[in-house]
């Protein structure tokens, strides 16, 4: 399993309608073969940056099944309106566990 | 509780050599007052970067009581030989465990 990790820039001022509008796109992840988590966090120092943490079967079912499916689209007509830039995403493999 | 994000640059040439100077520090960041969990992970897709994830009380647990104790000194002994560059920090608040 990995994370996916998306970059998220948005304007601070409408931070309470993009992650009602988050929410709302969460069907679409449930949804979606190879997802099995998805949370959203925010950076302490600077209100305009979250960055939403999907865990998935791979790297190709993010990028791929997900990418071309019809989820995909409704993610982005539901949180596409907030970005200020193109969200930067990574996949993040988990090294260790240590505490 | 909130969690810190360190990402962290190194040669990936000493990969298994920074995984295990990492693991060797766990015991200074158990004793840690605050410090609740912390996991390594690795970007797929530049295997040198990493980001060492701790979930801390408050961010002053990590950015006073942490920084400021011998354990932050030994932590940085084992692991800072490795860094390429200095560790870029932040801390995140969950704003939604959406699944």
Known sequence: MITEIA????????????????????????????CHSMRLERVIEDPAQYRLCVEWDSVEHHMVTFRESEGFKQWRAHAGPFFVETPRVEHWDQAAQLI
Chains 1, 2 share one sequence.
């Not at 998220?8 to 949804?31: C, L, N, Q, R, S």
């Open 7 to 34: 970059h998220i820039t948005i304007d601070p001022a409408k931070a309470d309608e993009f992650e009602a509008a988050v929410a709302a796109a969460v069907p679409h992840f449930v949804a979606a073969e190879g």
